[in-house]
């Protein structure tokens, strides 16, 4: 079996463990090739062969960046997460902006009121107790996380 098909092997095993964007999948196969104990040349005929590995998955339908940001939108949503915080994960995971812009608008078209539902989240997983005396450290901690100044004084005003 050459490196090529290992590599090809490897790829797909991780996606079915994780699901992964293309860059991330990208940067995942790199350092894959980077601890194997081959060759200079072998290695860099591996890292000439990852685009043609990315496309063959991305046909076979196994990775799909705009699948991948819906669900990972969905998922951090869930776990109280901020506009903010979702674009700059997506951002760092390789997803392209306009792929983020779309998804998330997407995502406010089936889901209007998300953004308070993820603050109230937060501020239910945070334990912040919702006082006059601790306004402004409150206010505090949800703009460290990512929420706007009004999602943020509607939650803690309106409990």
């Known amino acids: 079996m050459t490196d090529k098909l290992k590599l090809m092997k490897y790829a797909i095993d991780y996606l079915s463990k994780f699901n992964s964007s293309k860059k991330n999948l990208e940067r995942i196969l790199k350092s894959k090739i980077m601890r194997l104990k081959i060759e200079k040349k072998d290695k860099h005929k591996l890292y000439n062969s990852i685009p043609e590995i990315i496309l063959k998955l991305e046909n076979n339908k196994f990775i799909n960046d705009e699948n991948y940001t819906l669900s990972k ?85 309106n409990s």
């Open 73 to 157: 939108i969905r998922v951090l949503a869930h776990q109280g997460k901020a506009k903010a915080f979702i674009k700059n994960y997506l951002v760092n995971k390789g997803v392209e902006k306009n792929v983020i812009s779309e998804s998330l608008s997407e995502y406010e078209n089936i889901n209007p009121d998300w953004e308070m539902d993820s603050a109230n989240i937060f501020v239910r997983k945070k334990r912040i107790i919702k006082s006059t005396e601790n306004y402004q450290k409150n206010l505090n901690k949800m703009a460290r996380a990512g929420f706007n100044y009004s999602i943020s004084s509607k939650i803690l005003e």
